[in-house]
């Protein structure tokens, strides 16, 4: 099998990198933040040449 990064982890990837930037900003738990809206695209696997 190709070793691919599935878009579940890349979604939580991401995730983990903007709570971390944020983080030092926040009050918890007085302070937290609301996610909106996530939008990824992925193309398919270009073949090896």
Not at 11 to 39: I, K, S
Request: net charge positive; with cysteine.
């Amino acid at each position: 099998m190709p070793p691919v990064f599935a878009t579940g982890f890349l979604v939580g990837l991401l995730e983990w990198a903007c709570v971390q930037a944020v983080r030092p900003y926040l009050d918890w738990p007085r302070g937290q933040t609301v996610g909106t809206f996530v939008q990824v695209t992925t193309r398919p696997r270009r073949p090896q040449e």
